[in-house]
């Protein structure tokens, strides 16, 4: 299984850069070249330097070290707004491991080194927000609320719809009737509807976490449905096989053969589905938080980032902060090609 | 059973789902601890207004039968629907809810009904040419993009487009769907002139992202059709190669698209929904935003019912003309 799997290359390298987005988003405070919170009042609203990394400087001598050319602030006399030029005197070099803002990772590492950074001036790869924060750093750390929510979200809906759609598909009858018409009923309501509805009985006077982990568990009591739906139809299948007979007629109890018997079997089409319901969660919150029902600030994420842009005259004057969308794009990308190339190993003929 | 009783059967059995949606729905937007007299009294505060005194709280709550039990209130929203009552807007003046939709939800259905005919159009010619010309280099970019555009979340491609026109068309007619100076006028030649300004921004926002999906099922439908003898009979017979792929075998192909319209009408309705919020257009999703923050339960919970008729609705409409459209489909009810 694991030999078919390294056969879809997309899959295999976007599970490559997944696998890059979490050990990035885990250690967030190293990888991020400032702190989330942290703001520069004389950078608001700073273009991005991403594109301005040197090797070679205005005299045309190469330097075997990136740099930047240290970007000041003036004041538009019209506007009174922040205008950026690049001090052309001023060379500031890119260094790893550099000593920055201190801080405790994880709750346990003290240290003051981050992965990149300028030792003087400042970098701002993907520019600043309003208030002078880093947005790159800020996409690092909201990464974590972003890329969390679908795993613990899809822990929820898998224990919710696996125990549901196993009862429903074993026992048949009235009670098979009765789960099926509430799952009809769940799937009629719009789903963004009713994860707004829902998002909104979450007071807004409750501490971020708590927000957190009302809009996880949300996503988990809605999207079970499906879930519960493909597992009872794998269950029905498999119900009628002899195998489940034997162990019926040598006396296995119904849990047992449901624990030992039918979950096992039916495990392979769980984690296909799962996989395939992480990207849904993720969309979900960003557009929840998108609309500014979701996660609440000091916490952020991506959806949250991309709420500045809800004012459409923003983006035309900073089109750099459209760059929290491309995070989740390709987040959801690569777990639509992990998903979808599970599927194929799982179950050839599914396609 | 005739096509007319299956009609009326499907109808009959819709209503008992409905009426349990109506209870489900009423019964979420109930669960936010509080009531509008408390979200009434939150916003009076943080709007500078001062605190509201406890007997005018008191006075609202009384005058909305907000302090009776559930299925008392629940009753009161229910009981006025067969006369088109769906209770009052108590965040806007207690304007009757119904009023408020007459003038939004036609908008609304256009928008969607724009959406749904701008992604067939554009998906449905591009389906039917990768199967004509399968394997070519043009299909292969086209699957690619196709590819792509089914993984990217409608809402964030939605985003996409409205940036981009952002950069690319005059900005002036981005949001909203008509100028300030036509608020409240009626329709007349610049008012349209204006509207149809406003219109294709939304239109291509919410409708590309059913696109890439459509065109992948049209190709494949097409590619299985083209196999079947009786397109052999038709070449065989000497018509043009136009004619065999659009009138004999695209006809066929575009059944399966006609019963997935159940599918894309959700996912048209939440795009809708988060792109009128974005643009500010005048249709029922602002309104619904605005009606949870201000837990205005008979606005909220009739637009949550709407929406949920329109999709039972829509699958209604889908199932039927699929009957008409392909005559092998049985009237059954499962």
């Known amino acids: ?351 | 059973m005739g096509l007319f009783s299956y009609i009326v059967k499907r109808i009959l059995f819709s209503i008992p789902v409905i009426i349990i949606i109506s209870i489900v729905c009423f019964g979420i937007i109930q669960l936010p601890p509080g009531d509008y007299a408390d979200a009434y009294a939150a916003v009076a505060a943080s709007t500078g207004g001062g605190s509201v005194s406890k007997e005018y709280i008191e006075q609202i709550r009384e005058r909305y039968g907000l302090d009776q039990p559930f299925w008392i209130q629940y009753w009161r929203w229910v009981k006025g629907f067969p006369e088109g009552d769906f209770g009052i807007a108590m965040s806007l003046q207690g304007t009757p809810v119904t009023d408020i939709l007459k003038e939004r939800l036609p908008m609304t259905l256009f928008l969607n009904f724009s959406a749904l005919i701008f992604a067939l159009l554009i998906a449905l010619p591009i389906g039917v040419y990768s199967a004509t010309h399968q394997y070519s280099i043009l299909d292969y970019i086209l699957t690619f993009i196709a590819f792509i555009g089914i993984a990217i979340p409608g809402f964030i491609l939605a985003v996409f487009i409205i940036t981009i026109s952002i950069f690319w068309f005059d900005s002036t007619y981005i949001g909203r769907l008509y100028s300030n100076e036509f608020i409240g006028e009626v329709w007349n030649m610049d008012k349209i002139i204006d509207f149809l300004k406003h219109l294709p921004v939304p239109i291509i926002a919410i409708g590309i992202a059913q696109t890439s999906n459509t065109m992948r099922i049209m190709r494949g439908n097409m590619l299985d059709v083209l196999k079947q003898p009786f397109i052999q009979t038709a070449r065989a017979k000497g018509l043009s190669e136009a004619s065999v792929n659009w009138k004999h075998a695209a006809r066929i192909a575009i059944n399966p698209i006609i019963s997935r319209i159940g599918v894309y009408l959700p996912e048209i309705i939440a795009t809708e929904m988060l792109v009128s919020i974005v643009l500010n257009l005048n249709t029922i999703g602002p309104l619904f935003y605005d009606s949870l923050i201000a837990q205005d339960m008979y606005l909220a919970g009739t637009i949550l019912l709407v929406i949920s008729i329109i999709l039972v609705l829509g699958n209604l409409i889908a199932d039927i003309t699929l009957a008409l459209t392909d005559p092998r489909i049985r009237y059954e009810l499962t």
């Open chain 1, 1 to 351: 299984m694991w030999r078919k799997f390294l056969k879809h290359r997309v899959a295999v390298i976007s599970s490559v850069i997944l696998i890059f987005l979490y050990t990035v988003v885990i250690f967030a405070n190293f990888f991020a070249p400032y702190g989330m919170l942290t703001s520069y009042k004389f950078h608001t609203y700073a273009p991005p330097q991403i594109t301005k990394i040197n090797f070679f400087d205005k005299e045309g001598n190469f330097h075997i070290r990136p740099f930047i050319y240290r970007q000041v602030a003036a004041r538009d006399p019209k506007t009174l707004r922040f205008v950026y030029e690049d001090d052309l005197k001023q060379k500031d070099f890119i260094y790893f491991f550099v000593r920055g803002e201190p801080y405790t990772m994880l709750g346990f590492i003290n240290s003051d080194i981050h992965f990149f950074g300028v030792k003087e001036g400042s970098l701002f790869l993907l520019g600043t927000d309003i208030i002078g924060r880093d947005l790159l750093s800020r996409i690092i750390f909201g990464g974590r609320v972003s890329l969390s929510i679908g795993l613990i979200g899809v822990i929820i809906l898998l224990i919710i719809g696996t125990i549901i759609g196993t009862i429903s598909g074993y026992y048949g009858g009235w009670i098979d009737n009765f789960i099926q018409r509430i799952i009809e009923i769940i799937r009629t309501i719009p789903q963004v509807a009713l994860w707004m509805a829902l998002a909104s009985i979450i007071p807004k006077e409750w501490p971020s976490i708590y927000v957190y982990l009302g809009i996880v568990i949300i996503f988990g009591l809605i999207g079970w449905a499906g879930l519960a739906r493909e597992v009872r139809g794998k269950v029905l299948a498999i119900r009628r096989s002899d195998f489940i007979y034997a162990a019926e007629v040598s006396g296995a109890s119904a849990s047992r053969i449901i624990a030992k018997h039918i979950i096992p079997n039916v495990l392979s089409h769980i984690i296909v589905i799962a996989t395939l319901s992480i990207p849904i969660m993720i969309i979900g919150e960003a557009a929840l938080s998108f609309l500014g029902l979701g996660i609440k600030p000091p916490m952020t994420s991506w959806g949250l980032l991309l709420n500045q842009l809800r004012e459409v005259q923003t983006l035309k004057h900073f089109p750099w902060l459209i760059s929290p969308a491309l995070f989740l794009v390709v987040s959801v990308l690569c777990y639509n090609f992990v998903g979808d190339a599970l599927r194929d190993v799982n179950d050839p003929h599914s396609r």
